[in-house]
């Protein structure tokens, strides 16, 4: 969420970058803002007038009272202020509402250095770090692979579950585990406080972190309880911060987490398709950091090398992918992915994302900094250090060997019990 002071001061900037965004149907929103802005202030000047007014009249009650004269008439007067002033504090707050509703809709204002463009299709290559093995036999996908092995199961999972759904077994679900140690273990070295989070969160926290349109597609609400299951950890992470203010010696705030994530993926593209790359349900290893705003884009460096040296030491083929406008979600005001190779397809997917929301999230969560007695907003950074299917597709299709088996990256032996490859029982 933007600053209201920007409409106010700066309307056709706020404009700009909504037509930067390719989102020209939000453009009358921003005027509306400020017609029902101007209305909230017309309606604060008027309380405040009211009260002036009631603090004069009570000083002039008490100045005749003392010279013992008749103060009934001011006396009568007086009382009818606070009624006056009750209407207009209702009529106020319905608007606060009503312009906070419309403030969650107008994207954050994005970074200078974000490119242009309408979807994804026009994200800007930045890097490709490693380079693509080359296979002497037929390169199978991870289903195949998997169900070789006899490791991953979708049909039972679907009697079970549903689609979105698997059941991960022997050493690609110990291969599983063994991503997360790594993960924690590397953050930990880089700093990082480890955080075991609730995987639960209160709607008041998720309007922090996601947009309405975001929470209906998404979110698992639990029946009856005023809770939702946890789409990523950093959400926990960043809501356990709401309405805090953190002194600024305290800073940065440097956590990292583990915990399954569940995600409704309403209308996603494969969802209804066999594998572990996109589903329901997932283990994710996540980094945050509040920081000073000055230093949030040196966050944002940092960050996307640790993600980039984590594949690195995984030995998995990498590229950098500068999102572009049209692919910011509002929250954001720069992002980037990093995208691991599939020899199988022979492109590259999804695996990490990394974001700097600047301001917007810490308004909407009300997170502060203090610095001798000045208090002003946080920045907010996340990032996912590992997905462990995402990784794990990466992992089998790069390192699958003519017999099925899969090579574990040599990071992973000591948590693997010093097992190199993963063969069928």
């Known amino acids: ?51 002036n007014e009631r603090n004069k009249i009570s000083k002039e009650i008490n100045k005749i009272k003392k010279q013992k004269k008749d103060a009934s008439a001011l006396i009568k007067k007086a009382k009818t202020i606070p009624g006056k002033i009750d209407k207009l504090q209702v009529r106020r707050k319905k608007l606060k509402e009503e312009i906070k509703e419309i403030m969650y809709k107008i994207p954050n204002i994005m970074h200078k250095s974000v490119p242009a463009g309408k979807d994804e299709s026009e994200n800007v290559e930045i890097k490709k770090i490693g380079k693509p093995k080359k296979f002497s036999f037929p390169v199978r996908n991870h289903v195949e692979l998997g169900e070789e092995l006899g490791m991953l199961n ?10 979105g759904f698997y059941f991960l077994k022997g050493d690609l679900a110990l291969l599983s585990m063994a991503l997360i140690n790594f993960a924690r273990d590397y953050m930990i070295k880089q700093g990082f406080e480890y955080v075991e989070p609730p995987l639960m969160i209160r709607k008041e926290i998720l309007n922090g972190v996601y947009s309405n349109a975001e929470i209906e597609q998404m979110a698992y609400k639990v029946e009856n309880e005023d809770l939702y299951l946890v789409a990523t950890s950093e959400h926990p992470l960043i809501g356990q911060f709401i309405n805090t203010t953190i002194k600024k010696e305290k800073l940065p705030v440097k956590q990292t987490a583990y915990s399954m994530c569940f995600r409704k993926e309403i209308g996603s593209h494969g969802i209804d398709e066999k594998g572990i790359y996109r589903t329901h349900q997932f283990n994710k290893q996540e980094m945050v950091v509040i920081c000073e705003p000055e230093d949030s884009y040196k966050w944002y460096n940092k960050m996307l090398k640790f993600s980039v040296d984590i594949f690195r030491k995984l030995g998995i083929p990498v590229r950098i992918l500068e999102c572009c406008s049209g692919d910011l979600a509002d929250l954001k005001a720069k992002s980037c992915d990093i995208e691991a190779w599939s020899p199988r397809q022979k492109k590259y997917f999804e695996i990490t994302s990394l974001t700097n929301m600047e301001e917007a999230q810490a308004r909407r969560l009300n997170v502060k900094i203090e610095d001798r007695g000045r208090r002003y907003y946080a920045h907010t950074l996340n990032s996912t250090v ?40």
């Open 1 to 51: 969420m933007i600053d209201i002071k920007l409409i106010r001061e700066n309307p056709e900037l706020v404009k700009k970058n909504i037509k930067k965004k390719f989102q020209n149907e939000k453009l009358p929103l921003v005027d509306k803002v400020r017609k029902l802005d101007g209305e909230w202030r017309k309606l604060k000047y008027q309380e405040d007038s009211l009260r």
């Open 154 to 163: 979708f049909d039972t999972s679907a009697k079970v579950s549903g689609k």
């Open 386 to 425: 590992i997905a462990t299917s995402r990784a794990i597709v990466a992992i089998m299709e790069n390192n699958q060997q003519k017999d099925g088996s899969i090579k574990i990256p040599k990071v992973l032996w000591k948590y693997m019990g010093g097992k190199k490859v993963i063969k069928k029982k």
